[in-house]
């Protein structure tokens, strides 16, 4: 089993940075796709990024230039650094984990979950 536990969310400003992480207990962390989904209030989860084994990455088109994924696999974690955030990015974010995802944008791929961290953006 594989448990994520996310990090990083809060309070900021429009313009403001984040970065966020999650860390991954068990030993094939670097063999998963990993992805961040987010979701507001009343709104479906919806994908942001995913770095997948292979290093490749994939962005929402609402996040492309503003959002770098990234892992550290001798860390069994991977970040998500968030630039020039938005009232709109304010969401509940999610780590996703799992093997054989491609092309990852799909929640229904991931067999693991964090347990989600609030990121708030005021204007």
């Known amino acids: 089993q594989v448990q994520l536990v996310e990090s990083g969310g809060g309070l900021v400003q429009a313009g403001d940075s984040l970065r966020l992480s999650c860390a991954a207990s068990?030993?094939?962390?670097?063999?998963?796709?990993m992805g961040w989904f987010r979701q507001a209030p009343g709104k479906e989860r919806e994908f942001v990024a995913v770095?997948?084994?292979?290093?490749?990455?994939l962005y929402a088109d609402s996040v492309k230039g503003r959002f770098t994924i990234s892992r550290d696999n001798a860390k069994n974690t991977v970040y998500l650094q968030m630039n020039s955030l938005k009232p709109e990015d304010t969401a509940v974010y999610y780590c996703?984990?799992?093997?054989?995802?491609?092309?990852?944008?799909?929640?229904?791929?991931?067999?693991?979950w964090g347990q989600g961290t609030q990121v708030t953006v005021s204007s």
């Open positions: 996703a984990g799992g093997p054989f995802v491609s092309p990852g944008n799909r929640p229904q791929s991931y067999p693991y």
């Open positions: 068990g030993r094939s962390f670097s063999y998963y796709a």
């Open positions: 770095v997948r084994s292979s290093g490749s990455l």
